[in-house]
């Protein structure tokens, strides 16, 4: 079985991989951001550590508008066509010709929400106006999903297996009304995650926990997304990774806090973690961290944890 038919059998409810496939992700070096350099780099990556698909980082952000000072001011959002997204189509063209005959390719892909972030400055400037005028915001958001859409069509006709979406904003203290996130944040992300899912074979459900924690998953139980990724770390306390994969009812991927051992750890001391989490993880799991790992982690370490979990099930058989 090859990298691509174990990710893909994770899919069959019947199915139970031999090897627990795992995969991790950083960001490279902006030298490493655009181009062929991104493709090689990429590719280094993924065969340097084994992991079990590629996974394209997104370093592409929409441009910091100045004149996003009021919640009117949403109207005036751009619209980026195709022209805009040049530099990553490119890479995900690369990436699908050199490694998709050896894995899945997936890239990730940011909610409306969180660009959003990127035009205003800052998430919290985007809390702001849609806690005063959440109708002139969405304006914006229509906008940037439209964008977004255009993108996501070109890089399924490139050929892209599928997307690691990542959503936030219905994080614990996010909105002073939680309603704000099922009104403003959930119409957007379904709009693109439920085109992703009926075009591509295999998407990943990230629930970003990078900025603040959350209370309760149930929100996003309903979110599409073939196998899901979030923190298991909550507000009101750890979830169990089973009790996740139960939930959501699909295979999970985690496991691994990103700051944690695999970050500074020793070899053995990864390969333990490595060993704890698979004992306690559902039989259709990914090995993997709650979200991206520290740029200077070694990647040594991250081969470590994933040779680990490629041989846990063979010596525990």
């Not at 996003?220 to 089973?242: A, D, K, Q, W």
Request: proline share 7%.
């Amino acid at each position: 079985m090859n990298k691509r038919d174990r990710i893909m059998s994770l899919l069959e409810r019947d199915s139970i991989p031999e090897i627990i496939p795992a995969a991790f992700f950083l960001h490279f070096d902006p030298s490493f951001h655009r181009g062929d350099a991104a493709v090689a780099r990429h590719l280094e990556y993924f065969r340097r550590t084994d992991m079990d698909f590629v996974k394209i980082q997104y370093e592409h952000a929409f441009p910091q508008l100045s004149f996003l000072q009021h919640p009117q001011d949403w109207a005036r959002m751009p619209f980026y066509d195709l022209s805009f997204y040049e530099e990553p189509l490119y890479v995900v063209k690369g990436l699908v010709r050199a490694a998709k005959a050896e894995a899945p390719v997936l890239l990730t892909l940011y909610s409306p929400f969180m660009v959003a972030g990127q035009a205003a400055g800052s998430q919290e400037k985007v809390v702001e106006h849609l806690q005063e005028d959440p109708d002139a915001v969405r304006k914006g958001l229509e906008i940037i999903t439209e964008s977004l859409r255009g993108f996501v069509r070109a890089c399924i006709q490139a050929g892209l297996d599928g997307f690691y979406t990542s959503t936030q904003g219905g994080e614990a203290g996010r909105f002073t009304d939680p309603r704000l996130f099922e009104t403003c944040v959930r119409p957007y992300d379904l709009t693109l995650m439920e085109e992703i899912n009926r075009a591509c074979p295999f998407n990943i459900l990230h629930i970003c926990d990078y900025h603040l924690p959350y209370a309760d998953l149930t929100p996003f139980v309903n979110y599409p997304g073939h196998v899901v990724n979030c923190s298991l770390e909550l507000t009101t306390g750890r979830i169990p990774p089973r009790e996740v994969a139960a939930r959501f009812g699909r295979p999970f991927m985690g496991g691994m806090d990103r700051k944690g051992v695999i970050a500074r750890g020793t070899p053995e001391e990864i390969r333990q973690a490595v060993e704890a989490v698979c004992a306690e993880a559902p039989e259709r799991f990914i090995l993997g961290a709650d979200c991206t790992l520290p740029s200077d982690t070694d990647w040594e370490n991250i081969r470590v944890a994933i040779d680990a979990a490629h041989q846990y099930r063979r010596r525990n058989a």
